[in-house]
């Protein structure tokens, strides 16, 4: 419920003229076999979506961007690895002139991953494709709501991005 009124609110005030996603897919292991998840990340590195599946297919890409896009509209670039699936995925949707590939465009998604797998090396990995599909789903919006890239600000700037944070999800709780 926190996350969805998050994500509702972040998504509205985000979207702007030069929108770019970094979707990408990473390996996940629930007990011992290879599952596939799915993010998207914006421009700004704040996670959009998080999909897990058993394949890393066409048909797999496609349930993804279409869920994504429904979501939260179609962004003007989609940057993403050398995975064909995307490619065959986006030219079935009709934005196959919107994808941008190279070697180093998609550190911003690689990049996302990391608070991921540190969080999942504290849980011990993960038992059933159902819970760690609920945790990517609510762990992303929260994340995003708290990360407050501190290097890039000045003390004061963050103590102040920090409490407006703070004070929003006391709202969002005490409804």
Known sequence: MFAAEIRKR??????????????????????GERHYQ????????EVLESFVTKTRGKKAA?????????KHGRPEVLVTDRLRSYGAAL???GAADRQE???????????????????????LRFRRMRSLQ?????????????????????RNNFKI?????????RQLSSA
């Open 10 to 31: 972040r998504i509205a005030g985000i979207r702007s003229s030069k929108w770019r996603w970094h979707p990408d897919a990473v390996f996940v292991k629930i007990n």
């Open 38 to 45: 799915w993010r998207a990340v914006d421009h700004e590195g």
């Open 62 to 70: 496609l349930k993804f961007l279409k869920k994504a896009m429904r």
């Open 91 to 93: 030219k079935e949707i």
């Open 101 to 123: 590939t190279g070697r180093w465009l998609n550190n911003r998604a690689e990049n996302s991953h990391l608070p991921f797998r540190r969080r999942e090396r504290a849980m």
């Open 134 to 154: 609920r945790f990517v789903a609510v762990h992303a919006s929260v994340s995003n709501h708290f990360n407050q890239e501190r290097h890039l600000y000045t």
């Open 161 to 169: 991005n920090r409490a407006a944070a703070l004070s929003e999800w």
